[in-house]
């Protein structure tokens, strides 16, 4: 039985509860849920996400918390035994059964199970949970520590958040309002039973060596509380395509099997295997032939979700039901005349992984949403990304983040949840870290979509950067190794041998210890000179890098992501208090201001530093991607530091809080395209490639013009017949800038790439923007609304305009394209929808909210 009715919330301790702060005699909340979130419902602490009421709600985290219900069991439930379990239980939490302790949860991401059979009672019971501060129990163990294990502190932060196994960023990061948030996010289940737990189920899949027939390999975990022979049944159903996220029912079974096994008190490792004919393979998002086929026909993707099976496994009344696919995935290493390649192999393709990195989605965790999930990952995947790094400062996510990923075609490279940090290495912590390992990897390794094992984020060069650590590092070194291979290495390696382990983001391999945010020939790379180190966007040309892992430029909010944070009359200058209070990375706005005047005429008002900041922050990204895939195949991986927001703020993600896409997750849907364009300026040469992720050879025409800022074409190449290998990077322009014979500052140069009746288009400045004489676009726009409510906007320009943005305020949907360059006498045609239908959003409301920006309109 679930216990999810009402439970009474209030503090253990009054004291605790500052001045002027009044809570109500009876305050109520339900699990699963969130303390912040309860209290905020009962206005007993203000909009924390607001202006700078972060700092007024630190003492929740600091206050130890109680919550009570009471529950009926009938003397039926009260045969066999009884247990509670609880899962994403965050952090400390001390469970009482009719006042008596049944246990101590102290590991969010462990699975919690404690006997109760001795403190029920037929009829009404209570339970009470009490939330001990995690903040609190982190500066004891501090205290404890035989050596300290210093870790990344950020400007509102919780102390010694590294000593504590809680998602890392809730004290606070660069990016990260500081929540120490408590509470139980998945529901508290009470569970009785004679015979015991059917906890896990593992499968792999490979393809017989002959036909198409497939093998699952199957192991159940299952904990027993006796001797006893049990039937375990085993079936595969379904190749459902539906939208449904997860397990379809109803399906036809394809096949099955049960074996009978004499069970042994403890925990008990099943094996058997299935064979299923001729299934359809699970493919990264754009990958399928049929998906290939049609784009390379009609220049369309289709993002077709890819069929998922549904293993069942049964066994003495407990049932497990889970996604199954068929595919062959490895992460490739292997030395090479370049160093040490990385790169994904699906069912023998090798994969371009294009994708962002990926934090919790919300700070409050009541708001971490079915519906947010979905809007994130299917606005991801309508990039053109199929790629998402769960990066090590966040949390194993919810199983609605992994079903989405394997319907999508999403690869997951999955960190564990350590970061930027030493650990403590006492046996104590690596005792609670390897059952926490061992339960995720367990409860995970089944998700097709699941491509490599990370050790952490950063750990090893983290060693680097705190004088303890430096002073003394061998001992250091010692404590990272006894954690991450010792523990966290060994735990992947035993339950989940078929996937690749990789020691931690970045390195360059096993037994490799070199500096891979400079060092580029082998294995991943973080790459921050062009943000953390203030460098150019043209030092993205200077690394020829395997696999860049994180990589990123922030910009500042849009302006209707500003008005939710911050006050109109008093907040709306770069400079206040509240807007730096939402900028975490030091220096981040002047980081912003300092390129604007690198490469840009400096706009004056403050909605159009927000327009040019988020043109920046695209062009930025954009100029590290054309090059790296051009590099194709020696770069395989180019993975954007960040996909999203966990509350209002300038940051590097490509989609606000809010939901909305910025300008740089726009441009990713064009850099990231399959078939495309990478137009660039490199040691005084301007280049064209033509890339092409797909397994069909293309054949398309090129044409290359260079237009003045009239809009008059002053030259043009063309090139008819251009043959575009599969999978591949391939030059077909190559000019020194001083032999094109036109003043850089004098002329744009615009790439167009046509096949099957598409075409596609790249502009590229040959100098900074700021000394070109761009001429007015006057640009027209007409907008009609569409039988299925979608807004048609057609667009015009009398004089080429550059990084075109539409904006629709605070009106939720997305652009069919957005950040695009006009030239005179080639009307835009853009489609936006709105994210709801809604019926006062008539097409003169929606012409009022849109507004359309260009680079010459902030002059
Ligand atoms: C890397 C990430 C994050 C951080 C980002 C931006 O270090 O791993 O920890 O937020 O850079 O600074």
Redesign the pocket.
Known sequence: MTLNGTFSLSPCNKSDIPGGISLPKKMTMKFPGDIHSTLLRNKCIPDPYYRKNELEVQWVGQTDWQAETSFSVGANFLKGRQFIELEDADTFVRVFINKKEAGLCENFFRKWRFEITDLLQEGTNTLRLVFESAERHACQKAETLSHPAPC?VYDVFSPHRNLVRKTQCNAG???GICLMVCGVYKPIKLVQTATGFLDYVQTTTVPSPKGKDWQVNIKAIYTSLRTTKTRFSFAVSGGATSSQTSVASGSSVLSETSVDVQLVPGENIIETTLTVKNPELWWPAGCSPADEKNLVKTGEPLFRNNTLYTLTATAAGSVIKQNLAFRTLEAVSEKDEHGRSLYFKVNGKPVYAKGS?WIPCDALPERQTPEKYENLLSSLVAANQNCIRV???GRYEKDVFYDLCDRKGILIWHDFMF??STYPADAEFLDNVRLEVRHQVRRLSHHPSIALWCGN??NLGAITWYEESRKNRDLYVVDYDRLNEGTVGDEVRKNDPSRRWWSSSPCSGDDDFADNWHSDGRGDM?Y?SV??EKKPFEAYYDITPRFVS?F?YQSLPSLSETKSFADEKTDFNITSPVFEFHQR?PGGNSIIFENFARYFRVPSTFRDMLYLSQAQQALAIKTAVDYWRSLRPICMGAII??LNDLWPLAS?SSIEYSGKWKLLHYASKQFFAPIGISLYKKDDAVQCFVINDTSLDVAASLTISFIDFDGITLRKEEFANVKAPANSSTRFFNAATDSIGIPADAFFVRAELTYSNTSTTETLFCTQPKKCGLKEPNIKFSVRQSKDGSYKITLKAEKPAFFVSLDAGDIPGVFSKNFLTLVPGQAEVITFRAAKANKRLTEKAFQKKLTVTSLRDIY
Request: with cysteine; glycine share 14%.
């Open positions: 990344s990061w660069d990016w990195n990066w090590g400062g970061a930027c984020n950063e973080h921050w943000w953390h994180e990123g990375s530091w960040q590097w």
